[in-house]
């Protein structure tokens, strides 16, 4: 089965930096545009960062530009997402996700998610 496993969630003071992991499994990874998701209490899941497969084109939400950093690391079929500067607006659960790209299933998967605190 698929599986995408976020991992490096915790409480962080404004200002502050964490790196977030996801390891996917179960399907072909180079194959799939991979993205990060946020989504804050009592708001809409929003698009934080993606890069694709084939091109490793990379997007940023306006809030995060200049401060997030989306890479993956297709020998160990895991993304990335670098959070500098956090703010308190940042505070989320942080959600990876996987669409196909390249086959004609057009699938698309997402993990369990992991949280982000942004508190003094």
């Known amino acids: 089965q698929v599986q995408l496993l976020e991992s490096g969630g915790d409480l962080v003071q404004p200002g502050g930096s964490l790196r977030l992991t996801c390891a996917a499994s179960?399907?072909?990874?180079?194959?799939?545009?991979m993205s990060w998701h946020r989504q804050a209490p009592g708001k809409e899941r929003e698009v934080v960062a993606t890069?694709?497969?084939?091109?490793?084109?990379?997007n940023y939400a306006d809030s995060v530009e200049g401060r997030f950093a989306i890479w993956r690391d297709d020998v160990e079929n895991t993304v990335y997402l670098r959070m500098d500067s956090l703010k308190p607006q940042d505070t989320a659960v942080y959600y990876c996700?996987?669409?196909?790209?390249?086959?004609?299933?057009?699938?698309?998967?997402w993990g369990q998610g992991t949280q982000v605190t942004v508190y003094p």
């Open positions: 890069i694709d497969d084939f091109t490793y084109r990379t």
């Open positions: 996700h996987a669409r196909n790209s390249r086959s004609i299933s057009g699938a698309v998967y």
């Open positions: 179960g399907l072909t990874f180079t194959d799939y545009r």
